[in-house]
């Protein structure tokens, strides 16, 4: 078989690459994360490069205007390898990239009661303390679809020694798990993924053990949160099955390995624990979380949302629970949003706007120059501009209600800030399709929620507690987010935050043997509801794709 001589510009990796491959493709296997949400389908057009030099055939498609196409751009998925090229990507093709340094964000009060409380659970640690000269370590992760956590854990005391994170390597593969699913189903596909997974974690591993000044070998235990289809592809099982095979065969008891076979780069021997899944699509991230808040040990009725990419819902009590998943997409987590990022010094976590035409008011985190825009930030700017009439019901920008809102790259966007304006690092903000995203977003959590509540005939005011899990819920501004229709209709007093759940979760798995044999049982008393067969939720769904709703 021919092949050719791929080089990548401005990195400057290269390699021979078989006739017939993708672009891709071969840019991932050089280490090179370029943007693919829809997994390399063709369909997202992220993965937009320019060919300085060889030949490569056009890609039309609705990304790239006449003009690009004649000046040698294309989309890489679906640009196959027939001659020896120069391949320019641009950094607007690459997946985000850059870490968290939340030693530099103050922890939130929900993360200092997390703390006191963990303190008081009685740790069993793997290896008598006889054995080694200092206290052991536990590694507690929470492995998400867009966003990967750890913590180093002293095992004697339950304080968090440090606490990082990361984007996960596999967004260039898809953002979704849907698209992850498909990418595994291609080839080495798999493989890929588990080891994209394991680079992030890995990459965690080392920040963490550099910033507490320990050794890898001291870490003696490893607790891991995730929902189902991140955990199979960690373990490098086949993910098929989730989308394939009714929810019940997908309810998933993980055994317990040593660390040298997960290839976890702690000490070989640690026995690495992962929290059971409960269906399909709703995992042990969610089932940490729910642990974590102790809802199953509670009389009121309770929703629990983690409102990440693939949001995840729980309602009931401790006679009952129900969970179910709605396809909310990474929009909240800063991917695919055109100024988005993660909760990270620079990012936008609040906005406020005055009148129409005056300059928003920001709460940035760590008080730094503002980089970009956050979900709770997100939210909050969505909810302002309704507010304003500068959005409409359809999630669409009105020209005539603001002088910030402008043309931008052919599309209509609000400028949250002008470069060096208030001191913004870059021109931020979010255009059309943007709030387009957002809105389906919000929608997919509204339908879910009252999808779930018409299953066990309760109305919305029955809900006596709302719990919000995720970075995102750290910041929220609920009343915000019930104005845009994203969560329900309540006394804001039944409102609580308890930021990442599924790490929270991920933690007492460590420090308490009996919390982890709870978490087992726990997962046998939630029902799973699969939206994705239910007859109601897009109806729920397509009357939510409006601010507030269908109904105001």
Known sequence: MNSYRIKFLPSGAEAQVAAGESLYDAALTLGIQIRGECGGQGSCGQCLVKI???????????????????????????????????VFVPEESLTPSEGLDFDAVILSEDDRKRERALVGIIPVPPIASSTVPHPPIGFALDLGTTTVVGELVDLGTGRCLARAAAYNRQLSCGAD???????????????RLRALALETINEIIGRLLNRADVDAGRVLLAAVAGNTTMIFLLLGMDPSSIRRESSDAVRTRYPIIYSREAQLKINPLAPVMFAPGIGSYVGGDVLAGVLACRMHESDK????????????????????????????????????????????PGAIEAVEIARPNDLPSLTVIGDTQARGICGSGMIDLMAELFRHGILDRNGTLNAGRSARVEEHGG?????????GEEGAAREIYLNDVDFKKLLRTKAAIQAAIRTMLKNVDLEIQAIQRVVIAGRLGEAIDAAKAVSIGMLPDIPPDRFEYIGNGSLWGANLMLLSKEKGVDLNALADRITYLDLSTHPGYMDEYVASLFIPHTDV
């Open 177 to 191: 798990i849907i698209s992850r699913i498909s990418y595994a189903e291609r080839g080495k596909g798999r493989d």
């Open 52 to 86: 300085e030099a060889g030949d490569c055939p056009p890609t039309p498609h609705a990304s790239i205007s006449p003009d690009k196409e004649r000046r040698g751009y294309r989309l890489a998925c679906v640009s196959r390898v027939h001659d020896d090229c120069v």
């Open 301 to 344: 009725v309770t929703l629990f949302i983690d409102a990440g990419t693939n949001g995840e819902i729980v309602l009931g009590n401790r006679d009952w629970m129900m969970g179910c998943a709605c396809s909310t997409g990474p929009a909240f987590e800063g991917v695919g949003i055109a100024c988005g990022m993660m909760a990270a």
């Open 411 to 419: 599309r209509r966007a609000y400028l949250v800030r002008k470069k």
